[in-house]
């Protein structure tokens, strides 16, 4: 973070992406038997319950998933993005004409416009196991914003909260499902200070849920006094 973007370097972005304080993971073991270990927006009915085990190979195999949790408003996991699609691209070698073709693309990433008003999380998840299950894709491919609402939400250690107020799911395996919330109430507060502790993004009907509900500690991304977020 003491480097210009144009100097990080790919185990740089790697980190950031991956490693970092705007970054959660958490590794879950689960199993598709009796009692179907499901998040919410997921489906209900048995059709959609057979297609989500199928998804994931059987009705019984145990599938070892990374979830990973981004904070995608927080300006270093889009710096990051930007450097990682710079270098490969081999940005360096590129022409003033391509690289300002390319800086035009990825200034979207950068301007981030939804961020201005909302949290923008994305979550993903990955299985060790068995390559090509996605337990986000199999939840979420399908969920309505109306169903998610009961569930998804952020909240702060304060108690404060705030709803899900829009969320694009996932089109196929491997692809991001990204939550917004809303920044500010209606007196126009934030709901993330530095004096807040920690924030819990819930995704779960379920309370105790480590697989889907995670803790974001807010003291590590606070930058000169400021939530980056």
Request: proline share 4%; glycine share 6%; charged share 25%.
């Amino acid at each position: 973070m003491t480097k210009n973007i144009d100097q990080w370097t790919r185990a740089d972005v790697d980190t950031i992406l991956n490693q970092s304080a705007w970054v959660r993971t958490q590794e879950v073991r689960l199993l598709f038997q009796g009692n179907d270990n499901r998040m919410s927006g997921s489906g209900d009915t048995v059709p959609e319950l057979e297609s989500n085990r199928i998804t994931h190979g059987s009705t019984d195999t145990p599938v070892d998933f990374e979830f990973k949790l981004q904070l995608r408003s927080g300006l270093p996991i889009r710096l990051a993005l930007i450097r990682q699609k710079q270098i490969n691209a081999n940005y360096d070698e590129l022409s003033k004409e391509e690289r300002a073709a390319l800086d035009s693309k990825l200034k979207g990433i950068y301007a981030c416009p939804a961020c201005a008003n909302n949290y923008v999380l994305t979550l993903t998840s990955h299985s060790k196991n068995f390559p090509g299950a996605d337990a986000v894709f199999s939840a979420l491919k399908g969920a309505k914003l109306e169903d998610l609402r009961r569930y998804v939400y952020l909240l702060s250690s304060r108690g404060e909260k705030r709803d899900l107020v829009h969320f694009v799911a996932p089109k196929a395996p491997g692809e991001e499902a990204i939550s917004f919330f809303k920044r500010f109430d209606d007196q126009g507060k934030p709901l993330v200070t530095p004096e807040v502790k920690q924030v819990i993004f819930r995704l779960s009907d379920k309370d105790n849920s480590v697989t889907t509900n995670f803790a974001i500690d807010i003291s590590k991304i606070v930058v000169s006094g400021q939530v980056i977020f």
